[in-house]
């Protein structure tokens, strides 16, 4: 990269080899994924570079090859494929591990140039020529001594011009339907959703959805269905054909399976247990329809605490699954329950904890769904319905949160038939919160259908006269 002195102003004309080399070898590369979730379209600095790497990004998203014709269509014609031909022509090969390591810090070295005399180097360039006092051109000279430390680190400082292209591509996404990511269970997606009703008539209760970089919290208590629903939710995406990757940390790897695929037959559940009505037949059955889940849904048991001795924290753990994200690109990650990853439950531990995982779903693209457990104090509230608040730990699960599902059964607390479970929607960053759903429920099969509307009032907004008042509880009706 090299800058030009035209009259007071600094003219950039970036350096393209380095950029070529990487994006050639995210093209041929089988773990280009890892390249291209780790450096955001900001460090390119020839456009159409940028254009290519932000589609690259797409494609590793999707889990799809990055050819140029794939490219082109993913940036809506927005990459020459000719272009990328050429290059590729000329960089057949995957380069070795040092030659791409080099190409890298290349390119974040050009970047960190551009940042510097579009920043502090232009800002002592003003100084100078408006003649400020020298006590401020001296702070603006050692902040260009300043910039140089920890360069490789800086590449999260974002073009708004980019930002801008990216917002219209998004906003395009959504003209064309397609920045939506429904969770497969359709009471949840959408709402009041008629029997036969065609889904794209009907208006959306969630929005977006299970996005890429977002985190969706199932929060309960202990034995309100949370696992199953998570489960129902898995099912639900991987009918869609997304990928996830199955944090069984409460359960078996081998139990969740054998759990979604009898939901998903619509087996008893305490039947499969018993080993009530089996024979061989059944078996081969339920095992067909383990593989079948199994193309889009994998599983990983909890590889903390096995060894004695083990040096362990929140974060290493965390970093840990990071590498397992990487190695099996899912679009969605389970994690079930969060907080037997962490080796420290104290507040401040938990918060950065949550703050990693969130980082993670952003930088990795993908959709993180944990289950939360709700205080044991619940017991003692008014109202047994789940809350934000009520969430145990620290009080960043709520932060983190795009969205926030409550799971209620009457059935836990009242002497009532244990056919219903409320989904209560605590949090929608991008769309309403403060909205219940109730299902019919079949416990003994996981089964979820339905979705009526109920009203939802806030603990202690309840009336005093009603008959749900007289029990301590709120006021819940249909809507």
């Given at each position: 990269?090299?800058a030009?002195?035209k ?13 070529q ?12 994924r ?7 379209p ?5 456009p159409?570079?940028?254009?290519a ?8 998203r999707?889990g799809?090859k990055?050819?140029?014709a794939?490219?082109s269509?993913?940036?809506?014609g ?19 591990e040092a030659?791409?390591q ?5 390119l974040?070295?050009?970047h960190?140039?551009h940042?510097?005399l579009t920043?502090?180097?232009n ?5 100078i ?12 000279a ?9 360069w490789?680190t800086?590449?999260y ?46 208006r959306r ?19 309100c ?6 489960a129902r939710?898995?099912?639900?995406l991987?009918r869609?054909k997304r ?13 969740t399976l054998?759990?979604?695929?009898c ?7 305490s039947?499969?247990?018993?080993g009530?009505?089996?024979d061989?037949e ?9 593989l079948?889940?199994?193309k889009?849904v994998?599983f990983m048991?909890?590889?903390f ?12 753990n ?6 397992y994200?990487?190695d099996?690109a ?12 962490l ?13 990693r995982?969130q980082?993670?779903?952003e ?10 457990q709700?205080?044991?104090d619940?017991?003692q509230?008014p109202?047994?319905?789940p ?15 795009d ?13 009532v038939?244990?056919?219903t ?5 605590l949090?929608?960053?991008d769309?309403?919160g403060m ?8 416990a003994?099969?996981?089964m979820l ?9 806030r ?21």
């Amino acid at each position: 990269m090299k800058a030009e002195r035209k009259g007071a102003d600094l003219v950039l004309v970036a350096d393209a080899f380095n950029e070529q080399v990487v994006l050639a070898a995210a093209m041929v590369s089988d773990a280009f994924r890892a390249i291209a979730v780790r450096h955001p379209p900001d460090v390119f600095h020839v456009p159409q570079h940028r254009t290519a790497w932000s589609a690259i990004r797409e494609a590793a998203r999707l889990g799809l090859k990055p050819d140029p014709a794939t490219l082109s269509r993913l940036s809506s014609g927005g990459v020459d494929v000719a272009y990328l031909s050429e290059m590729l022509a000329g960089r057949p090969d995957v380069p070795a591990e040092a030659n791409l390591q080099a190409a890298v810090a290349g390119l974040l070295w050009d970047h960190h140039r551009h940042s510097l005399l579009t920043g502090p180097v232009n800002a002592l360039l003003e100084g100078i020529l408006k003649g400020d006092v020298p006590e401020t051109l001296e702070a603006k000279a050692k902040a260009i001594s300043e910039s140089f430390r920890g360069w490789g680190t800086r590449e999260y400082l974002y073009d708004s011009g980019l930002l801008a292209d990216e917002m219209a591509d998004d906003l395009r996404r959504r003209m064309r339907g397609e920045h939506v990511y429904p969770f497969g269970l359709p009471g949840l997606d959408y709402y009041d959703l008629a029997p036969g009703q065609d889904p794209s008539t009907a208006r959306r209760r969630i929005l977006p959805g299970a996005a890429p970089g977002r985190v969706t919290i199932v929060t309960g208590s202990t034995g309100c269905g949370k696992s199953t629903f998570i489960a129902r939710l898995v099912l639900g995406l991987a009918r869609q054909k997304r990928r996830t990757l199955y944090g069984s940390f409460e359960k078996t790897g081998k139990m969740t399976l054998e759990l979604l695929a009898c939901m998903s037959l619509g087996w008893s559940r305490s039947e499969l247990m018993e080993g009530k009505n089996l024979d061989e037949e059944k078996i081969q059955t339920i095992r067909r329809r383990a593989l079948e889940i199994g193309k889009y849904v994998e599983f990983m048991g909890n590889p903390f605490r096995r060894r004695s001795g083990e040096k362990l924290s929140n974060l290493r753990n965390l970093d840990q699954v990071a590498g397992y994200i990487a190695d099996r690109a899912p679009d969605v990650f389970v994690a079930d329950l969060f907080e037997r990853l962490l080796v420290s439950d104290e507040p401040s531990e938990e918060k950065a904890a949550l703050f990693r995982l969130q980082g993670m779903a952003e930088e990795l693209k993908i959709h993180a769904i944990l289950a939360a457990q709700q205080r044991k104090d619940i017991a003692q509230r008014p109202d047994k319905h789940p809350t934000e608040e009520g969430i145990k730990g620290s009080g960043a699960w709520g932060e983190i949160a795009d969205n926030t599902f409550g799971i209620y059964r009457q059935y836990q607390w009242k002497p009532v038939p244990d056919n219903t479970l409320e989904a209560d929607i605590l949090k929608q960053r991008d769309g309403r919160g403060m909205l219940a759903v109730e299902f019919d429920w079949d416990a003994d099969r996981g089964m979820l259908s339905g979705g009526r509307s109920i009203e939802y009032e806030r603990p202690g907004s309840a009336n005093p006269n009603s008959f749900d008042a007289k029990l301590r509880e709120p006021k819940r009706k249909s809507a």
